[in-house]
Every structure is written in C-alpha cells, then in structure tokens.
C-alpha cells in the first residue's frame, strides 16, 4: 500500500502550460502613487512691485511767521513704500527762497526728515499780511518728481502800550487873562516815544 494515501496529490502541470505562462502578453501597470504624480501642475507667480515714494502731509505746507521773531523753518518728509529710495533735492526761489542742507538722500519705509531753511533777509523786507512762497523739488525713480509748495505768511506782532507816568501830572489852571499853552508828555511801555499833548 502507497505511504501517500489518504493525501491529496496536485496534479502535475502539463508542460504547454508551463510553456504559454511565459507567452502570455502583459501590459506594464503603473502603482497609483506614479501615476498620480505623473499628471501633477503647480504654478507659482512672484510678484516684487517697484517702491513709490510719497511726502507724507501733502505737498502744500503753509507756515506762518510774526514779525519779530526769527526766520521759521519746514520739514519735508519723504516715504517709500518698501525699500529704499534714492532721491535728489532741488529748490526754485520764488519769494521765499528755501534752502536744504543736503541735495540727495534715501527715503526709508519709516519716513526721511529733509529739513528746509530761509535767509533771514527774505523776512527782513516783509511786509504785514503778505504770502511768501517756494518749492522743493524731490526726484527719485529715473525723473519721476514731487514738487512740495510752501507758504509763509507774514504776520504782524500784536502789542499792548501802557501809560506809566504822565508829567506833570496835573496843570495849573490859568487866569482868565492869562491864557498860553502848556505841553503834557505821556511816556510808557510799548511806547516808540513820548507823546505830547498841548493844553
């Protein structure tokens, strides 16, 4: 009796069948990860737009100036919207004449003071009430320009005379028949002179 019975045999393979499993056309598979990456698109836009500059206040600035006192001054401040800016400064007359320290500069995102002065002489003609008016030019950009228009006006000083003494305090009235004029002076502060009255 056969050792093996009882035990279930696999039929051997036929030699064709081994044969056609190597002649069986097969189409190459691509795993689901391959093919997914296969078809991905990404489009990725940078965008670096060019720094502007501005003056922050306008580009009107009016002052105003009482006579007597010393020559005022302005302050132009230039921005930048991002990075630096280079700039130059230049000034055009007018009645006022301004004058900056510095003919260039960069204009930071925190903002650039460029302070503006005057000759005092330009005040020392003045007359009350009168506008007194200049330019400050700013370039930047390859010609790009910012023109700050300032205005001073000429005030008057206000002030307040006081009487402090009045000599001789009073006059003598005169007889009937004799009548003549007498002088009284008022001096005080505030006072350019003496006034004098007749009596």
């Known amino acids: 009796m056969c050792s093996c019975l009882g035990e279930e045999q696999n039929p051997p393979i036929p030699s064709?069948?081994?044969?056609?499993?190597?002649?069986?056309?097969?189409?190459?598979?691509?795993?689901?990860?391959?093919?997914?990456?296969?078809?991905?698109?990404?489009?990725?836009?940078?965008?670096?737009?060019q720094p502007t500059l501005t003056v922050e206040g306008g580009t009107?600035?009016?002052?105003?100036?009482?006579?007597?006192?010393?020559?005022?001054?302005?302050?132009i401040t230039a921005m930048s919207s991002g990075a630096p800016i280079e700039y130059t400064v230049s000034t055009t007359a007018g009645t006022l004449s301004p004058q900056v320290?510095?003919?260039?500069?960069?204009?930071?995102?925190?903002?650039?003071?460029?302070?503006?002065?005057?000759?005092a002489?330009?005040?020392?003609?003045?007359?009350?009430?009168?506008?007194?008016?200049?330019?400050a030019i700013l370039t930047w950009g390859g010609g790009k320009m910012i023109v700050v228009t300032i205005n001073?006006?000429?005030d008057t000083a206000v002030s307040t005379a006081?009487?402090?003494?009045?000599?001789?305090?009073?006059?003598?009235?005169?007889?009937?028949?004799f009548l003549c004029p007498r002088r009284q002076a008022t001096k005080g502060d505030g006072l350019s002179h003496s006034l004098h009255r007749t009596v």
């Open 16 to 49: 064709w069948a081994e044969r056609s499993a190597f002649l069986i056309p097969r189409s190459p598979r691509l795993s689901p990860k391959i093919r997914s990456h296969s078809n991905l698109q990404k489009t990725l836009t940078v965008a670096n737009p």
């Open 121 to 135: 002489s330009v005040f020392a003609s003045a007359l009350p009430g009168q506008v007194l008016t200049g330019n």
């Open 101 to 119: 320290a510095s003919a260039s500069g960069l204009a930071y995102s925190f903002g650039t003071s460029i302070p503006v002065t005057f000759p």
């Open 162 to 177: 006081t009487a402090s003494m009045i000599v001789p305090a009073t006059l003598p009235t005169p007889a009937a028949f």
């Open 60 to 75: 009107t600035q009016s002052l105003t100036w009482t006579e007597g006192n010393v020559a005022p001054t302005a302050t």
């Open 152 to 154: 001073v006006t000429v």
